[in-house]
């Protein structure tokens, strides 16, 4: 998969795709990441990629033709058609499920905006899609753009060790098609001030262990992010698990102050 990022800052994700996980993804071959900048196709001694937006207003817009120059050189540097995604507030929020989508593409052109935005003519002309991750207010797109880009190559074939594998990632569904949160996890000391490791992990018990994760996941999904849940749709194992999860919870004095199942 190829990524091209168009910003005025390329190097901050550029930078990314040198660490980790993405990191890896790129040495083994499966995944390439260039940058570029609007500013190198901008015409004059000033460079100029931004003015001020018409109808007045604070802040400025970043002009149609600097960014439609870059883009043009974008999509000549490879013959594969390009996927592009404005990171924009007004975007569709990410998901898992729309990372799936955009890992499944051959390449993908992220925009990433600066200052109030990009001129709504360009948005129309050349974007395919919009995205935003999530409902708070940042300086520009390309923090979403790297945010994108690792939950991407996460996704190639061959980018994860077994240690990794995303089939055991919170928000990626199990067989069920329940979505839900990651149980507590410990390591050594199993004593420590700040509290005992759980009995039953250190059992050799493997039924049980299971059992136990699976309780603490359905619990604390069922009291942070009831928006996951839907009762009707557990299991009466999953059920039985919660009901029982929430009777501990409630006799620690634990309500949480969430709704009962
Ligand atoms: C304070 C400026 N706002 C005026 C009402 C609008 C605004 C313009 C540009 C707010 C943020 C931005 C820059 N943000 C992004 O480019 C962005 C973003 C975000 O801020 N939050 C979540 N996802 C995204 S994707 C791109």
């Known amino acids: 998969m190829r990524i091209d990022v168009v910003s005025l800052f390329p190097e901050f994700v550029e930078q990314m795709a040198g660490h980790g996980?993405?990191?890896?993804?790129?040495?083994?071959?499966?995944?390439s990441v260039h940058g570029w900048n609007p500013r190198d196709h901008a015409e004059g001694s000033y460079r100029r990629v931004d003015d001020r937006p018409f109808g007045g207003g604070p802040g400025m817009v970043m002009m149609v033709d600097p960014l439609r120059a870059c883009l043009a050189a974008v999509r000549a540097a490879?013959?594969?058609?390009?996927?592009?995604?404005?990171?924009?507030?007004?975007?569709?929020r990410l998901d898992q499920a729309r990372v799936r989508a955009l890992a499944g593409r051959e390449r993908l052109v992220l925009l990433c905006g600066r200052y109030e935005g990009i001129d709504e003519?360009?948005?129309a002309a050349e974007v395919d899609e919009e995205i935003s991750i999530g409902d708070y207010v940042l300086s520009g797109g390309e923090l979403p753009a790297a945010v994108l880009v690792d939950a991407v190559a996460r996704l190639q074939e061959g980018a994860l060790n077994d240690a990794e594998s995303a089939a055991q990632d919170s928000f990626e569904s199990g067989p069920d098609g329940q979505r839900l949160l990651d149980c507590p996890h410990y390591?050594?000391?199993?004593?420590?001030a700040l509290g005992k490791v759980p009995e039953v992990l250190l059992s050799g018990n493997h039924a049980a262990i299971a059992r136990w994760r699976r309780q603490q996941a359905l619990g604390r999904t069922w009291l942070r992010r009831p928006d996951l849940v839907d009762p009707e749709a557990l299991s009466r194992t999953d059920?039985?698990?919660?009901?029982?999860?929430?009777?501990?919870?409630?006799?620690?004095?634990?309500?949480?102050?969430?709704?009962p199942l």
């Open 187 to 192: 390591t050594r000391p199993v004593e420590h």
């Open 239 to 259: 059920r039985a698990l919660l009901e029982e999860f929430l009777d501990q919870a409630a006799g620690a004095g634990d309500s949480g102050g969430k709704t």
């Open 121 to 123: 003519r360009l948005v």
């Open 21 to 31: 996980v993405v990191g890896r993804a790129v040495e083994r071959g499966l995944l």
């Open 78 to 92: 490879d013959p594969v058609p390009a996927h592009v995604v404005y990171l924009s507030p007004q975007g569709r």
